[in-house]
């Protein structure tokens, strides 16, 4: 018996075009004082990223694979498939390394192997939807002599920033005088830097700051006016907003706020509706204010983007949009007052009527969700990031 321990350094969260490094830990188990005869061997050890995607079949019309054979091999044929036995359809992958070969152990003997790899800058990021997933692993294989393939699978999740495809790495920086007795990490140098220009282009959509006012009205008149300070938010952030009722000339009896998703299937991959498929469109909400402002003049609120959330984006297949839902109950009655009487020659009780006529209407803003450091995602919405198995 041998046990096979992946562990992620930095944690399971990623940018795309990161490096990301593993440590696999290959141990026999049995005591030291065990016999000679029971030391364990592999074969060869190999290790790759992809990523899987998986379409809902009633909602998303994909065309028909080029190949009909099968994505999965039989136990009994040693190719190494990182995907094997795995839903939906491999759509990126980085080249197969090899760990290891011919590695045996005594009882009680441990070997640690380091694996890095950069993550494809071109692909999705992780997403869960109603529609479509895009999901990233990190896919262990491990064989013995005459025995199949056994898979140790990581789940990852990468974050993209659009706009760090085009971006080189500067290959002459003008940098301090390095040290010829001192080994430079190449690779860590430009993760380093790569990791920094992201934070700085965060840091530059997200902090500009420019006061928006809108004017909420229905068809009988003015509402209210809606401020809000930005539109582009990083995740983690707090949406806040002002909404001043006190200029209305239509009375608002209750209002609700929703932080929302919108995740849509372009139109070439849409299902036709009468052919049994869903809608193309499906709104997920994260966060929800509701509040009864009958003579308020002035309310606020705050809704948190959740660390866990996919950031907007757009493939050829679907895209993900971020929204405010805003939702109003105004009163039909003009100059509606629903105030006790303030002078009254002797006590009287007063109760609200039980029945006011209103109307309903919506109203939709859009605003940008980009990601966030890699590190805060991995801190505040921690995942595994250690992953064992035994063959």
Same mark, same amino acid.
């Given at each position: 018996?041998?046990?096979?321990?992946?562990?992620?350094?930095?944690?399971?969260?990623?940018?795309?075009?990161?490096?990301?490094?593993?440590?696999?830990?290959?141990?026999?188990?049995?005591?030291?004082?065990?016999?000679?005869?029971?030391?364990?061997?592999?074969?060869?050890?190999?290790?790759?990223?992809?990523?899987?995607?998986?379409?809902?079949?009633?909602?998303?019309?994909?065309?028909?694979?080029?190949?009909?054979?099968?994505?999965?091999?039989?136990?009994?044929?040693?190719?190494?498939?990182?995907?094997?036995?795995?839903?939906?359809?491999?759509?990126?992958?980085?080249?197969?390394?090899?760990?290891?070969?011919?590695?045996?152990?005594?009882?009680?003997?441990?070997?640690?192997?380091?694996?890095?790899?950069?993550?494809?800058?071109?692909?999705?990021?992780?997403?869960?939807?109603?529609?479509?997933?895009?999901?990233?692993?990190?896919?262990?294989?491990?064989?013995?002599?005459?025995?199949?393939?056994?898979?140790?699978?990581?789940?990852?999740?990468?974050?993209?920033?659009?706009?760090?495809?085009?971006?080189?790495?500067?290959?002459?920086?003008?940098?301090?005088?390095?040290?010829?007795?001192?080994?430079?990490?190449?690779?860590?140098?430009?993760?380093?830097?790569?990791?920094?220009?992201?934070?700085?282009?965060?840091?530059?959509?997200?902090?500009?700051?420019?006061?928006?006012?809108?004017?909420?009205?229905?068809?009988?008149?003015?509402?209210?006016?809606?401020?809000?300070?930005?539109?582009?938010?990083?995740?983690? &952030?707090?949406?806040?907003?002002?909404?001043?009722? #006190?200029?209305?000339? +239509?009375?608002?009896?209750? @209002? %609700?706020?929703? =932080?929302?998703?919108?995740?849509?299937?372009?139109?070439?991959?849409?299902?036709?509706?009468?052919?049994?498929?869903?809608?193309?469109?499906?709104?997920?909400?994260?966060?929800?204010?509701?509040?009864?402002?009958?003579?308020?003049?002035?309310?606020?609120?705050?809704?948190?983007?959740?660390?866990?959330?996919?950031?907007?984006?757009?493939?050829?297949?679907?895209?993900?949009?971020?929204?405010?839902?805003?939702?109003?109950?105004?009163?039909?009655?003009?100059?509606?007052?629903?105030?006790?009487?303030? &002078?009254?020659?002797?006590?009287?009780?007063?109760? #609200?009527?039980?029945? +006011?006529?209103?109307?309903? @209407? %919506?109203?939709? =803003?859009?605003?940008?969700?980009?990601?966030?450091?890699?590190?805060?995602?991995?801190?505040?919405?921690?995942?595994?990031?250690?992953?064992?198995?035994?063959?």
């Amino acid at each position: 018996m041998i046990e096979v321990v992946a562990e992620l350094s930095r944690g399971p969260v990623f940018l795309a075009g990161e490096a990301l490094e593993c440590v696999v830990t290959v141990t026999n188990p049995l005591p030291p004082t065990a016999t000679s005869a029971s030391s364990e061997a592999l074969a060869w050890a190999s290790a790759q990223i992809h990523c899987q995607f998986h379409a809902s079949e009633t909602r998303v019309a994909l065309p028909p694979p080029d190949s009909n054979q099968p994505d999965v091999q039989p136990e009994s044929q040693t190719v190494f498939l990182p995907h094997r036995g795995e839903r939906g359809q491999c759509i990126l992958s980085t080249p197969p390394k090899i760990l290891f070969c011919d590695l045996r152990l005594d009882p009680g003997e441990s070997k640690s192997y380091s694996y890095s790899e950069v993550l494809p800058i071109e692909g999705p990021p992780s997403f869960r939807g109603q529609s479509v997933k895009y999901v990233y692993k990190l896919t262990i294989g491990c064989q013995r002599v005459n025995s199949p393939i056994t898979l140790l699978r990581v789940p990852l999740r990468v974050l993209v920033l659009t706009g760090l495809q085009d971006v080189r790495f500067p290959q002459d920086e003008a940098v301090a005088p390095s040290s010829p007795f001192l080994e430079e990490d190449e690779g860590g140098k430009k993760d380093s830097w790569l990791a920094e220009l992201a934070g700085e282009r965060l840091m530059a959509a997200t902090s500009c700051r420019s006061l928006h006012l809108y004017n909420i009205s229905d068809g009988r008149g003015k509402v209210g006016t809606f401020g809000i300070f930005k539109s582009v938010y990083r995740l983690g &952030e707090d949406v806040v907003g002002t909404l001043n009722l #006190g200029e209305g000339t +239509v009375a608002c009896l209750q @209002f %609700s706020v929703s =932080l929302q998703t919108e995740e849509r299937v372009q139109p070439e991959y849409q299902r036709r509706r009468g052919a049994g498929g869903a809608p193309s469109v499906s709104h997920v909400t994260h966060a929800r204010h509701q509040e009864s402002c009958l003579h308020t003049t002035r309310t606020s609120f705050s809704l948190p983007i959740p660390l866990s959330s996919t950031p907007g984006f757009c493939t050829a297949i679907v895209s993900l949009k971020w929204r405010l839902h805003f939702e109003f109950v105004t009163s039909r009655e003009p100059g509606l007052v629903l105030l006790p009487p303030m &002078e009254q020659p002797e006590p009287v009780t007063w109760t #609200g009527p039980e029945q +006011v006529p209103v109307d309903t @209407f %919506s109203w939709d =803003l859009p605003i940008k969700v980009l990601p966030t450091s890699p590190t805060l995602a991995s801190y505040a919405a921690p995942g595994p990031s250690t992953s064992t198995i035994t063959i």
